[in-house]
């Protein structure tokens, strides 16, 4: 009897998934444990890996396809085996499924037996419904000069590959007509950056852009399954949590010249001005422990450690990569685990584990030159820091007008879970620590 695979639940948030890419062919013989497609979730490309034995007869969906957890997406069973009716008869079920139906199998078919809550089975393979004997088609790589509308908005290569490139980049290369798929990076990974984009003479320009058109058609893009997930938990953040704001401005002469000599004194790892900051949010969150909590509707939850979270941006959206145990790291350990987390997310490698359950989360945006910004608290957690940019200022010193380092800093907190006193208090210390920063080695 043939075996019905199904979208698997890949993560714990997952609702529906989109098929990046079929690892196994029509015909192909699939054991449990092979890999048998990349799926896009809610927070990252993932593989999924087979439940089930069997020859590859049928594929039910193509690369790009959403549906929903538990909709058919392909069809095992034994060599030579004619599966055309029930492909059919999956192929309506999808429709219906598709169409707002409830994920159960026909009435026709036995129910399959129940499989790891967090990890059911799938198969994979390539693009259409399929017979056994039928090759799998040579996929058509999308021609460079061609828009990609969809989930992978970004311009690709003549191989296929996404460009990667920081987003000022790509909004330079927008307003200069330049062709992205001709530039090569200089940043991390070989990842564009602007100044690969600004330092390019007229000539490697794309042709004919000077020549903008007055009349010029919008473009609807696909929205991803991490944009999706986004935009639902922070409207549920926002909406649920009642926020409120507390600010406080930095002397960070002292935190200036800590990291210079640190850097100084060794080569293991350049510190940041984020790890100093990540590094002091912990310390203060152990001397105040009424704030690494998190609102269950009837019960308050304090954290046994300090699982920091961090945001990350990425092309497709925003992910918050967690540290767990941070109160257990130093500062050059902390910004290792920080560098190699970050690097994950970008490369869209994160397990669901690594991106869920933070305590407390910080945002920075001082790199983009933000002064000052509120950001939306990231669930679990009952607060989140929004970090502006470190800038030179005129300042009051002994009565004296000088030139002062100095940082902004914002703490959103749901006020069911800590009340302004305590906002206010950790906020305080903070502050404490990132102007006499030699605690921070401790």
């Not at 069973?77 to 492909?87: P, S």
Request: glycine letters at 8%; a negative charge.
């Amino acid at each position: 009897m043939p075996t019905i695979v199904e979208m698997p639940r890949l993560t714990d948030t997952m609702e529906e998934g989109t098929l990046a890419a079929w690892l196994k062919g029509i015909g192909d013989k699939v054991s449990a444990g092979d890999p048998l497609a990349d799926v896009e979730t809610d927070k990252a490309v993932m593989t999924f890996e087979s439940f089930d034995q069997g020859v590859l007869l049928a594929l039910l969906i193509a690369p790009g396809d959403t549906v929903p957890l538990g909709a058919p997406i392909a069809i095992l069973g034994k060599a030579g085996e004619d599966v055309t009716a029930v492909a059919e008869e999956q192929k309506k079920r999808l429709a219906g499924l598709l169409a707002g139906g409830a994920a159960t199998a026909p009435q026709q078919e036995a129910p399959a037996p129940a499989k790891k809550a967090l990890e059911p089975k799938s198969v994979a393979s390539v693009a259409a419904i399929a017979q056994p004997p039928a090759p799998a088609p040579t996929p058509t790589p999308t021609p460079v000069s061609a828009p990609v509308v969809g989930d992978r908005t970004a311009p690709v290569d003549a191989d296929g590959h996404r460009v990667k490139a920081s987003p000022l980049a790509r909004r330079v290369a927008l307003e200069r007509g330049v062709d992205l798929t001709t530039v090569a990076g200089s940043g991390p990974h070989g990842r564009i950056i602007k100044r690969d984009v600004a330092d390019l003479e007229p000539s490697r320009r794309v042709a004919g852009a000077a020549a903008t058109p007055l009349v010029r058609e919008d473009t609807v893009v696909r929205v991803s399954q991490m944009r999706k997930t986004i935009a639902k938990r922070l409207v549920e953040s926002k909406q649920s949590a009642p926020h409120y704001y507390l600010t406080m401005s930095v002397d960070a002469d002292r935190l200036v010249s800590l990291r210079a000599e640190i850097n100084a004194a060794q080569d293991r790892l350049k510190v940041s001005y984020n790890d100093l900051i990540l590094r002091a949010c912990v310390v203060a969150l152990m001397d105040h422990p009424e704030v690494n909590v998190a609102w269950e509707g009837t019960t308050l939850r304090r954290f046994a450690g300090v699982q920091l979270g961090f945001a990350v941006a990425l092309d497709e959206g925003l992910i918050s990569p967690v540290v767990r145990d941070a109160d257990t790291l130093g500062l050059i350990a902390l910004g290792e685990r920080v560098r190699e987390l970050a690097g994950r997310a970008r490369d869209q490698k994160l397990e669901s584990a690594e991106y869920t359950g933070a305590s407390f989360t910080v945002s920075n945006l001082g790199m983009y030159g933000i002064d000052h910004f509120t950001a939306i608290i990231n669930p679990p957690g009952a607060c989140i820091l929004a970090v502006g940019a470190l800038a030179q200022q005129p300042v009051v010193k002994d009565g004296q007008l000088a030139v002062g380092h100095r940082l902004t800093v914002t703490l959103s907190c749901d006020h069911r879970a800590v009340d302004g006193a305590r906002g206010a208090a950790f906020l305080a210390d903070l502050k404490t620590i990132l102007e006499a920063p030699l605690g921070l080695l401790l």
